[in-house]
């Protein structure tokens, strides 16, 4: 899944043959990895929320915040150090990013008060989005044409599901050892992993088409061969990099078309991950039982990103976008007017959700929102769309729980009228249709 090409047939200049092959192997993992303490510790507030309801008194106002201050903490991460990454490298913001994480993870498990959790929440949602961009601009930045989709899109999400299962397994092994300091350990354990990926990923090379546009091809080529990947031929000359030139022309409709699509898909995806439990609860299921629906919702989206990673780079991604979206739309509204005449009905409803998210609009916003820029901009751009996004799924949990307890389950319906939206931006968006092209293939087509 994860292998970028054939190995070259000798080591890479200046590495040993056992580092060059640690290299080659893990580098894609390690930089996705991030997206796993990602789906962890954004999604564990879902389950935690369980048991800081009770612990603080919580309000339906105070719960919608509690999950959405990390977003927005994120969607700030996002745009500054999107642009960070594009300036000064993607490895050094690896490295920055997780140490504040660290640290924001282990200040959120000893907290007292609610306002205290708020800000911890928000500096580890900071933490997120220094990663996000970084690692997002990264993979794409590595990944052959031919398995770009699996890459930087099917990878990172395989590893964002794998920490949202981790998150609900930790909450239910604790809650019965740990009783109502359940959610401390939930927020503290986050920063084991995080810190085994700081460590791992100092071995990381650099990015070899940022250094490309940097003007540094022969660092870049030296990284290229150590990856295993092919260079690609055409080699552009550095260019000034400006961030106006997102704004112009063809470049500011796809920021505009791959932001909204990004935002759309964050808004309404957020009822199969995040604000899943509160919608469990307001359909009458007792909080054990609601961890068990959410496990069932991210195991299933699991399977649909490992059966999407084997036709994203095979299909059209713009006809795979548009079936999916009237897909999730119409599970959407089978939630919201069946899912209250049975258990059975919610949760066949609910896998269907997460499944059609999974496999089609929750991979390709990221794989898109990466093609969609040059080198120079692509963290920035990336950021700016992974940030609406954030703001969206923010909006999603602040809403939600307050529109359950007026409108019950029916409420799904307005979080699915999202992938309408979305389904209309893919219609209208023919340069969507990047399966089998080179970045710069990609970047050149007109809009």
């Not at 879902?46 to 105070?62: I, N, V, W, Y």
């Not at 810190?195 to 022969?218: C, D, K, M, T, Y």
């Not at 919610?346 to 990221?366: E, I, K, M, R």
């Amino acid at each position: 899944m994860t292998s970028l090409s054939a190995p070259p047939a000798a080591p890479a200049a200046g590495l040993s043959p056992r580092r060059a092959r640690f290299t080659r192997r893990w580098t894609p993992r390690l930089v996705a990895f991030g997206e796993f303490i990602d789906g962890y510790d954004l999604l564990v507030m879902g389950a935690a929320l369980l048991f800081l309801k009770p612990a603080f008194d919580l309000t339906s106002l105070q719960v919608g915040w509690l999950s959405a201050i990390a977003f927005i903490g994120a969607a700030v991460g996002l745009v500054v150090f999107g642009d960070l990454s594009d300036r000064f490298g993607r490895k050094v913001i690896f490295v920055i990013n997780l140490v504040f994480f660290v640290a924001a993870s282990l200040a959120a498990a000893f907290v007292t008060e609610v306002w205290q959790l708020m800000i911890a929440r928000f500096l580890i949602g900071v933490a997120v989005g220094m990663d996000i961009p970084t690692s997002h601009a990264f993979l794409t930045e590595i990944a052959p044409k031919q398995k770009r989709g699996r890459i930087a899109g099917s990878l990172p999400n395989m590893m964002w599901l794998c920490g949202a299962i981790t998150s609900v397994l930790v909450a239910l092994a604790l809650r019965d050892i740990a009783g109502e300091n359940t959610w401390r350990w939930m927020f503290g354990l986050a920063a084991v992993p995080a810190l085994a990926v700081l460590i791992a990923r100092q071995f990381l090379p650099e990015s070899p088409r940022w250094l490309r546009a940097q003007g540094r091809h022969e660092e870049a080529a030296r990284v290229f061969e150590t990856l295993g990947v092919e260079e690609p031929k055409a080699a552009p000359a550095p260019e000034r990099r400006e961030l106006r030139k997102l704004l112009r022309g063809g470049a500011g409709r796809k920021l505009v078309v791959v932001a909204a699509f990004f935002a759309f898909n964050n808004f309404g995806g957020a009822v199969a991950t995040v604000a899943a439990p509160v919608v469990m609860t307001a359909a009458g299921i007792g909080a054990g039982h609601t961890l068990y629906f959410s496990l069932a919702g991210y195991t299933a989206g699991l399977a649909a990103v490992l059966a999407g990673a084997l036709v994203i780079d095979r299909v059209n991604r713009r006809t795979l976008g548009l079936w999916t979206c009237l897909g999730v739309f119409l599970a959407g509204l089978g939630i919201a007017f069946l899912g209250d005449t049975s258990d059975g009905a919610l949760l066949a409803f609910y896998v269907c959700y997460s499944l059609l998210t999974w496999f089609g609009p929750g991979v390709l916003s990221w794989v898109w929102s990466s093609e969609a820029f040059p080198t120079q901009l692509r963290g920035v751009g990336s950021g700016i769309a992974q940030g609406a996004g954030r703001l969206m799924a923010a909006l999603n949990v602040t809403l939600i729980p307050t529109m359950l307890d007026h409108f019950g389950l029916t409420t799904v319906a307005v979080a699915a009228c999202a992938y309408m939206v979305c389904a209309a931006l893919v219609a209208a968006s023919p340069f969507l249709a990047t399966t089998g092209k080179e970045l710069e293939e990609v970047d050149a087509t007109p809009v």
